[in-house]
């Protein structure tokens, strides 16, 4: 509890009087903790506290609302931020300037009126400095709203759709789901930190919906986060599980888990990830910021936009730094976080930087992380930027119900010329097994947001890349079988199992010639120890192969032996220096 003769017994006899002389209370005793309770009880009488009110400046009326709006209690930072700082002064000065009569701002003349206190209160980064309304003086003092500006929104009119950047996250669903195919289907060896080389960036480039080093790093992180993708002995493997239970899942749960995976993840820094700041590591304010507090406070904001409507960027950034300021610095602290801006390297502290960090961290992840993710759509105009919360969106601020579960997908089509067709709504599962073995028609229109059926084509050479994976063709028929209904072609089946049963019959393998004038010289050359594990097959009594990789070494013992002259060696190492 935080009553008013708990703030009052840390007071010394000059800072009682000085309460008392101003709320035109007597003091009867000397002894420290007696004032105190004789003025606690002075003070929490409702005539004193009408008359205390009734005295104050109407810049002060208006802070005092905003803390009993505030439920009685704000940090000092943000509290001294808005309304100013008490200055320090002693006993004696106290009493021989009363600076109450003459406060030099509202948090000074809110203290000597007896209806403010300071202390200390537990916040996110341990103990913090706190300005209080006492518990018991809080109920006497007038309901109010606080006076706080209102969360308005500017509201646009209704966009093109042409406009609109991105379509309901179902395009980072697809991108995820390429990123776990490439996984699959190739040896995946990333960097000690978590970078992809250069090979598999490519490959990936070319069927991603949209491209971008930042996006690709929130799918493979998210990837990871959601138990998709593990690394075992430096290379990335899919954990079988948890890959299946969301590939079958609806596009509706599918693209939730996503969002609520990004929104509660405290490893995911958006802050760190917006291009015009740098964050200082190694920090101490960076060790206590939390990530996914800070997007819960951001969606909760967003949960107050209108539904349905389009509205201004610009106008949500300035609605929050006008209402909720310290959305992600919960003890209002601006002086201590070490952020440099990207472009100056210039140190960006106080308030005065809200815009340049606040308001950058809100555009960006609104422009990117909830766009990318299917919470609002963006569109742009004029270079207005304007935004909507999806439906998708407010299912995940819990503004509407869940979508129904959709009926099931229809069976896959496998054609006779080896196309296989899978309509929609796209079974993503069964795309996923068909990347195994099929290669796709065209990966740029693999669009989920068109609404198209998406078409692989059944060919030798994906075949063959599922056999060196031990995949038996007959496991692949098998599939095919189930999710088209049992109705694969005769030819198809045929044909694959054709190709199936030539796979491995032929090894081709790079060799050299080898030509002597006489078979004897082969023969010593068969038998000499320096030799003979170099001579591969005979072909005629003075032909034999010659592995490609055992060349040099075989020209280098023939010069040696004195086969072959120092001219015949040239372009290797032997006979050099």
């Given at each position: 509890m935080h009553d008013l003769r708990r703030f009052l017994v840390d007071y010394d006899m000059a800072m009682l009087r000085a309460l008392a002389q101003n709320r035109g209370a007597g003091l009867s005793t000397n002894v420290q903790t007696e004032a105190a309770d004789q003025l606690a009880a002075e003070l929490l009488e409702p005539l004193s506290v009408r008359t205390a009110l009734a005295r104050l400046s109407p810049e002060a009326r208006q802070a005092l609302a905003r803390m009993v709006a505030a439920g009685g209690r704000m940090p000092a930072l943000q509290f001294e931020r808005s309304f100013g700082?008490?200055?320090?002064?002693?006993?004696?000065?106290?009493?021989?300037?009363?600076?109450?009569?003459?406060?030099?701002?509202?948090?000074?003349?809110?203290?000597?009126?007896?209806?403010?206190?300071?202390?200390?209160?537990?916040?996110?980064?341990?103990?913090?400095?706190?300005?209080?309304?006492?518990?018991?003086?809080?109920?006497?003092?007038?309901?109010?709203?606080?006076?706080?500006?209102?969360?308005?929104?500017?509201?646009?009119a209704g966009l093109p759709e042409a406009q609109v950047q991105g379509e309901l996250g179902r395009q980072f669903v697809h991108d995820l789901f390429v990123y776990l195919v490439h996984v699959q289907n190739r040896d995946v060896k990333p960097y000690a930190d978590g970078r992809l080389a250069q090979r598999d960036l490519k490959l990936l480039e070319t069927r991603l919906v949209e491209d971008g080093e930042r996006r690709l790093d929130l799918v493979r992180h998210l990837a990871e986060r959601l138990g998709f993708v593990e690394r075992q002995e430096g290379v990335l493997r899919l954990v079988a599980g948890p890959v299946k239970e969301w590939l079958t899942a609806s596009p509706a749960r599918r693209l939730a888990a996503l969002q609520a995976g990004w929104r509660g993840d405290p490893t995911w820094n958006d802050l760190c990830r917006v291009p015009s700041l740098v964050c200082d590591s190694e920090v101490p304010w960076l060790h206590h910021?939390?990530?996914?507090?800070?997007?819960?406070?951001?969606?909760?904001?967003?949960?107050?936009?209108?539904?349905?409507?389009?509205?201004?960027?610009?106008?949500?950034?300035?609605?929050?730094?006008?209402?909720?300021?310290?959305?992600?610095?919960?003890?209002?602290?601006?002086?201590?976080?070490?952020?440099?801006?990207?472009?100056?390297?210039?140190?960006?502290?106080?308030?005065?930087?809200?815009?340049?960090?606040?308001?950058?961290?809100?555009?960006?992840?609104?422009?990117?992380?909830?766009?990318?993710?299917?919470?609002?759509?963006?569109?742009?105009?004029?270079?207005?930027?304007?935004?909507?919360?999806?439906?998708?969106?407010?299912?995940?601020?819990?503004?509407?119900?869940?979508?129904p579960e959709q009926a099931p997908s229809p069976p896959i089509v496998v054609h006779p010329d080896f196309r296989v067709v899978v309509p929609a709504p796209i079974n993503l599962y069964a795309c996923f097994q068909l990347e195994r073995f099929a290669d796709p028609h065209d990966p740029g229109s693999q669009d989920p947001a068109e609404g198209a059926p998406w078409i692989y084509r059944l060919a030798v050479g994906a075949l063959g890349r599922a056999l060196e994976h031990e995949i038996r063709v007959e496991q692949i028929l098998a599939f095919l079988q189930q999710a088209s209904g049992d109705r694969v072609p005769a030819n198809v089946a045929g044909q694959m199992r054709l190709w199936a049963g030539r796979f491995g019959q032929i090894r081709l393998t790079e060799a050299v010639v080898l030509t002597a004038k006489s078979e004897r010289a082969l023969k010593e050359l068969s038998v000499l120890p320096e030799t003979r594990a170099l001579i591969g097959q005979l072909l005629t009594p003075t032909t034999a192969l010659v592995r490609r990789q055992d060349l040099p070494r075989l020209r280098r013992a023939l010069y040696e032996l004195g086969f072959l002259s120092p001219s015949e060696t040239e372009g290797d190492a032997v006979g050099r220096g």
């Open positions: 700082q008490p200055r320090p002064i002693g006993p004696g000065r106290l009493e021989r300037e009363a600076p109450w009569q003459d406060p030099a701002n509202v948090a000074e003349e809110l203290r000597y009126a007896g209806l403010v206190f300071y202390g200390f209160d537990q916040d996110q980064g341990g103990l913090g400095g706190y300005v209080f309304v006492p518990d018991d003086l809080l109920p006497h003092l007038p309901a109010s709203d606080g006076g706080l500006p209102t969360f308005d929104l500017e509201v646009l910021y939390d990530p996914g507090a800070v997007r819960r406070e951001i969606l909760s904001l967003l949960a107050r936009c209108p539904k349905g409507r389009w509205w201004s960027l610009a106008s949500f950034v300035q609605a929050v730094k006008a209402t909720h300021p310290d959305f992600q610095r919960p003890n209002g602290d601006y002086k201590s976080w070490y952020l440099r801006d990207a472009q100056t390297g210039d140190y960006l502290s106080g308030f005065e930087s809200w815009d340049r960090v606040e308001g950058a961290l809100l555009t960006d992840v609104v422009r990117r992380p909830l766009r990318w993710l299917g919470v609002v759509a963006v569109a742009e105009d004029a270079g207005e930027v304007a935004c909507r919360l999806t439906e998708s969106g407010q299912r995940l601020l819990g503004l509407v119900p869940e979508e």
